[in-house]
């Protein structure tokens, strides 16, 4: 480290500025870095995947919460379960196309609406009304 004359040494050094705020994310563009290149999935790995990943991780991230707030807003609660994160991904088709899969911990059961399962309104309208006119019982003698 010179001292000299013509070197001054500054009171405060630079503060670092993180990949992260330069690329205006909150998601650590450092830690995916080191988890890229930890995993080995490629033997080069370029500057900006990482950022790429980090925006895309972000990015789905905020759908998701996003979504299971409002169900568990329409639900009237205040705090996020992994049950509205369930219905938030099944709710929406892009989704549930991506992550319909996948298995979340205490996400419970879905009850599935589906047309085939469930019996025709016509059908099951007349069978009921057949069912609720009674012959009027005959009086025995």
């Not at 013509?6 to 503060?15: I, N, T, Y």
């Not at 991780?57 to 905020?62: A, C, F, I, P």
């Not at 996020?80 to 996948?102: F, M, N, T, Y």
């Not at 007349?126 to 006119?133: G, H």
Request: proline share 6%.
């Amino acid at each position: 480290i010179p001292s000299g004359l013509g070197h001054k040494r500054s009171s405060c050094p630079l503060a670092k500025i993180t990949r992260s705020s330069r690329a205006g994310l909150q998601f650590s563009v450092s830690r995916i870095d080191r988890l890229l290149r930890k995993g080995q999935f490629a033997d080069r790995i370029g500057a900006g995947a990482p950022v790429y990943m980090a925006a895309v991780l972000q990015y789905l991230t905020h759908e998701i919460v996003d979504i299971a707030g409002e169900v568990a807003a329409r639900s009237k609660k205040r705090r996020i379960s992994p049950c509205h994160l369930q219905l938030a991904i099944h709710s929406d088709s892009e989704l549930k196309k991506l992550l319909g899969g996948v298995t979340i911990s205490q996400g419970g059961v879905l009850h599935l609406n589906q047309p085939v399962v469930l019996p025709s309104k016509k059908r099951n309208g007349r069978r009921a009304i057949k069912r609720r006119v009674a012959p009027a019982p005959v009086p025995v003698k």
